[in-house]
């Protein structure tokens, strides 16, 4: 679903996001 589809895209940014930094 698109819910779905969104959370996903969000973890997703989050583990880049902390992959970066760390």
Sequence with gaps: ???????????DGLCLREKQQF
């Design 1 to 11: 679903t698109e819910s779905d589809d969104a959370v996903g895209r969000l973890l």
